[in-house]
């Protein structure tokens, strides 16, 4: 322990200046900017002889080599039309109208607008002019004023010449503006002059030139010298808040916050303040001196030329050599020297806060509204808060205990001599039993009972690396072995900390939290679990923690200051595996370094749980949380170009990609000049993209394999702020295809293989055919040879057999019964043999009856108890013998089994000679087959339905049954190019 406390205290030490308090300067106020330069090597035009800010953001520069624009990222040079001549290289004046066009004059000769939709429109020279024009007002009306020689209205197409004369001829020091109450000011070197609308005349007002100037409470001043400027008039009304010039001036400008900035004073440029109070009252003619409250030594260049002040409260400053911009850091300077590491606060019970500086011994009280005020007393070492608003100040000898009631001096344990002796305090902390700090000398020691007490009279653990208040005689301690201990009045329990890392702080802030190097975490129920973030190191090594009057967390960590909102918090702690919503104010806001971790202190304060001050490693913060400086600027994005493998395409209107462009990328932006690192943006292409991709700080994204079609690219932005643009920018794109990607050549695909297709189908067919004929043949073939076999064996034998019968019979006398019998019997072995003629002739050649007429002898024969309609549809066609005869031994069947089962009340037989097929369809109105026959093909032990099923499919046909109480339909359909016979043409006979 003895040797950790060494290494923080020399800590301190070290961030600390030599022995000896001077009173620290707030300073120059502009060190709450932060200054950016830009030059040629970083991209930026030199020689820019005017500035000008369009309503999208754009920030424009005029210059003898062109115009530019930047949007906070990069530079770029706008080039305009060639068609407007070469001089239109050479800018002279930018100048920015409300309705987002830029005017835009030359060194030759010449003036032009240029539209926020890239149309650039000439528009004619004054004809009178006698010089160049020298300044340019848009009017409310949309009417241009112009300094030339003279001053002219350009309106309704037309010029006229308002204002000419001596005074007008040549004079220097000329500028124009135009008030918020719609007044026409026009000064040079002789005077100032305002626009009489009724007489259509400037009145001059007084004598004496200098640079109009129109400050934020709508007051109008004129720059006379460095130190000095003049009331000119109370013009309207104050300045809107996202008020801007629309334009850079030479002389000076007055910014958001009142304060007047001043090019080539005693330095390049000066921060002054008018010694007038603001609103009072003030005749006009009425000089007034300034007071320098900053200067800028060090530009990007030796001259600062011309300066503006952006909608977004931002100062630019022009030079020979590039362009420097001034940014209001949101965390200000609080006026105390050196790092934070050095400085212990507390409050002191009256909306202030008190500093020590361990390092020289100083006191300090710092307030919202002034310079840190030195408190005359004798050196401290530290400061620190106890419990119901106690303050603790430390000194080599002793504590002393501020409360309401008063103070009380607990002298520090003396020296083994018993005599007093300086002790170099680390910490002091109240549990409300036991005031305990830490000493070199003495380490960890505590109050009680009157008496100091060494850390072995308590029940404490080893390594205590940090701790934090918790009830009355309660502490919640953090070693650096990865436990959580929580003392009560001698007891501990511990717990598991480890996922934090090296312990930072715990704070009590309705649940315990814990911070540490890996993260920070509630601790509930015994468990600590850390807290998601988008960014982890957000979180890590939280040092501070504030609740402001409106219930928000504000954090002081290694990232800066996260800002945490009451409804996140509350969300958090109840369910800690929820991604945390915050805000940072990091190094872009002011914040500089990180938060101080060297010592044990708070480093987060405030006394009206508004106003923050903070311990930081480059010093000392404040923020004011309720008047925080969000960014007034709204992103407005806009999509530059698209870049394929061949060029770069122009975003200014629909684009049409040449075939083969399915890779390409698309470069985007936002115009925001406060913080543009931090905009983010998000977009889509329709057709490609299901949702919004986030880009982060990105600005072009690249697609792959972008089949031809039509596109639209979406874009959209948020600024630091989390601001949302209002409008998406878009862009249509079109991909042509290729050859293979054309929808003709894609039709001449599918056509191609459809009649691939029509052909493989054709040719099975055909193939199929010719099998089954060839089956068909075999079968024919084979009833010719049985009919054969059957004609040269069975009845030539029967025959034999009958002829000695016969034979036999005309041998027999006197036995006429015998000879009867035997003769009856010869005549059935004839008609049997005439019977099997007949059915040998109807194997080789087929019945010549047509295959109704069957039918129709069928059900004659069967002599049906229903009644049996046989009905033919067309007209008959000549069957192929085996077709016929399975065809027919199949109805027969589904005749005879509706017949038999069906208890049918009508029966209908339809033979259907069809073009494309031959169909026998039997219909009854029966009772229907059961599910389960259909199902299992037929009865057990019966063939009936399995053999007409295969009847048919022996020769090509489709059998199909179908059956429901009240109609059973079994159905036969063949092909006509197996059931029908042709001739030799192919023709159906």
Not at 812 to 841: C, H, P, S, Y
Request: charged share 25%; aromatic share 8%.
């Amino acid at each position: 322990m003895r040797s950790l406390l060494l290494i923080v205290f020399a800590a301190l030490c070290a961030a600390g200046a030599p022995a000896g308090a001077a009173t620290p300067t707030i300073g120059p106020d502009l060190a709450d900017y932060s200054h950016t330069q830009w030059t040629a090597a970083d991209g930026a035009p030199p020689g820019i002889g005017s500035m000008a800010q369009t309503a999208d953001g754009w920030l424009w520069f005029g210059t003898a080599d062109g115009l530019y624009r930047f949007d906070g990222v990069r530079f770029s040079r706008y080039r305009l039309p060639p068609r407007l001549g070469l001089n239109r290289d050479r800018v002279n004046l930018v100048r920015a109208a409300p309705n987002g066009d830029l005017y835009i004059t030359y060194f030759a000769e010449g003036l032009s607008v240029l539209h926020p939709d890239g149309r650039v429109d000439a528009i004619p020279a004054p004809p009178l002019a006698r010089n160049g024009i020298g300044d340019i007002t848009i009017d409310n009306d949309g009417s241009l004023w112009v300094i030339a020689g003279n001053i002219q209205q350009f309106k309704d197409g037309r010029w006229r010449v308002v204002a000419d004369g001596p005074e007008w001829n040549g004079a220097p020091g000329i500028s124009m503006l135009l008030d918020q109450r719609g007044d026409l000011w026009a000064t040079n070197n002789a005077g100032v002059w305002r626009l009489d609308r009724k007489a259509e005349r400037l009145v001059k007002i007084m004598d004496g030139g200098g640079q109009l100037l129109f400050a934020p409470d709508g007051r109008l001043w004129q720059l006379r010298d460095a130190a000095t400027i003049r009331f000119i008039a109370q013009a309207g009304g104050a300045r809107p808040a996202a008020y801007a010039y629309a334009e850079s001036i030479w002389g000076g400008v007055f910014d958001s916050d009142g304060g007047l900035w001043q090019l080539d004073c005693a330095a390049p440029v000066c921060r002054v303040q008018p010694k007038a109070p603001p609103g009072a009252e003030l005749q006009s003619g009425a000089v007034i001196q300034v007071a320098t409250v900053g200067q800028v030594r060090q530009l990007s260049g030796r001259e600062a030329k011309n300066i503006l002040e952006d909608r977004e409260g931002n100062i630019w400053i022009a030079t020979e050599s590039g362009i420097d911009r001034f940014r209001r850091n949101r965390l200000l300077n609080s006026g105390l020297d050196g790092a934070g590491a050095k400085y212990s606060l507390s409050t002191d019970g009256a909306g202030h806060i008190w500093a020590a500086d361990i390092s020289s011994g100083a006191l300090w009280r710092l307030s919202a509204n002034g310079r840190p005020q030195a408190v005359a007393r004798p050196p401290v070492t530290l400061v620190a808060n106890g419990r119901h608003g106690t303050v603790f100040i430390g000194d080599k000898r002793a504590i002393e205990r501020i409360t309401s009631d008063g103070k009380e001096i607990i002298p520090l344990p003396p020296g083994a001599d018993g005599k007093p002796r300086d002790h170099r305090m680390l910490g002091i902390l109240d549990d409300g039993k036991v005031l305990w700090t830490a000493t070199m000398e003495t380490g960890l020691i505590g109050w009680r009972d009157g008496k100091w007490l060494p850390a072995t009279a308590f029940t404490l653990p080893a390594k205590i690396f940090q701790s934090g208040p918790a009830g009355v005689g309660q502490l919640w301690l953090a070693t650096g072995d990865g436990t959580l201990v929580f003392y009560d009045d001698g007891k501990l329990t511990t717990s598991d900390i480890h996922q934090v890392g090296m312990p930072t702080s715990v704070f009590l802030s309705g649940e315990p939290i814990v911070s540490g190097s890996d993260g920070t975490g509630v601790f509930k129920n015994g468990k600590l679990t850390l807290w998601r973030a988008a960014d982890a190191d957000v979180l890590r090594n939280i040092s501070g923690l504030v609740v402001t009057r409106d219930g928000d967390r504000w954090l002081n960590g290694a990232a800066g200051l996260v800002h945490v909102r009451a409804e996140d918090w509350t969300r958090s702690i109840a369910d800690p595996t929820q991604p945390l919503r915050y805000e940072v104010f990091g190094a872009l806001d002011g914040y500089p370094g990180r938060a101080v971790i060297e010592s044990r202190w708070p480093t987060a304060m405030s006394p009206d749980g508004r106003h923050l001050w903070l311990l930081a490693t480059g010093g000392v913060v404040q923020l004011d949380t309720a008047r925080l400086q969000r960014n007034r600027g709204t992103p407005q994005p806009a999509i530059l170009g698209v870049t394929t493998d061949q060029r770069t395409y122009a975003a200014d209107r629909a684009l049409r990609l040449p075939p083969g462009s399915g890779h390409f990328r698309i470069d985007f932006t936002a115009p925001l000049l406060r913080a543009p690192e931090s905009v983010r943006f998000e977009y889509r292409l329709d057709g490609v993209d299901a949702h919004w991709q986030d880009a982060g700080s990105r600005r072009s994204t690249s697609y792959t394999n972008v089949g031809a079609g039509d596109y639209v690219f979406r874009v959209r932005a948020f600024n630091e702020d989390g601001t949302p643009s209002v409008n998406e920018a878009r862009l249509r794109v079109t991909v042509e295809p290729t050859l293979a990607q054309s929808l003709w050549f894609r039709i001449s695909c599918v056509l191609a293989l459809a009649l691939l297709a029509f052909a493989l189908y054709h040719y099975r067919i055909r193939q199929l055919s010719r099998r089954m004929a060839e089956r068909l043949q075999v079968r024919v073939a084979e009833r010719e040879r049985i009919a054969i076999e059957l004609h040269d064996t069975v009845l030539q034998s029967m025959h034999g057999v009958i002829l000695h019968a016969e034979n036999a019979v005309e041998k027999i006398e006197g036995q006429a019964e015998t000879r009867d019998k035997l003769t009856r019997v010869i005549e059935q072995a004839n008609n049997a043999i005439i019977e099997g003629r007949e059915r040998v002739q109807s194997l080789r050649h087929g019945s010549d009856d047509e295959l109704i007429d069957l039918f129709d002898a069928l059900v004659a024969r069967e002599g049906a108890a229903a009644p049996v309609r046989v009905v033919q549809q067309s007209v008959s066609r000549a069957l192929h013998l085996v077709v016929k005869d399975e065809l027919y031994v199949v109805g027969r069947e589904a005749l005879r089994n509706a017949l038999r089962h069906a208890h049918a009340s009508q029966v209908t037989l339809t033979l259907a000679y069809a073009a494309k097929e031959l169909v026998l369809e039997v219909r009854d109105d029966g009772v229907g087959i059961p599910a389960e026959i259909l199902a299992a093909g037929g009865r057990p032990g019966h063939l009936g339905l399995d053999a007409m099923r295969r009847r048919a499919e022996q020769v090509g046909g489709k059998y199909s049954i179908v059956s429901r109480p009240g109609e059973t339909v079994v159905r036969i359909a063949i092909p006509a190019r197996l059931a029908y016979l042709t001739d030799p043409q192919g023709r159906t006979v």
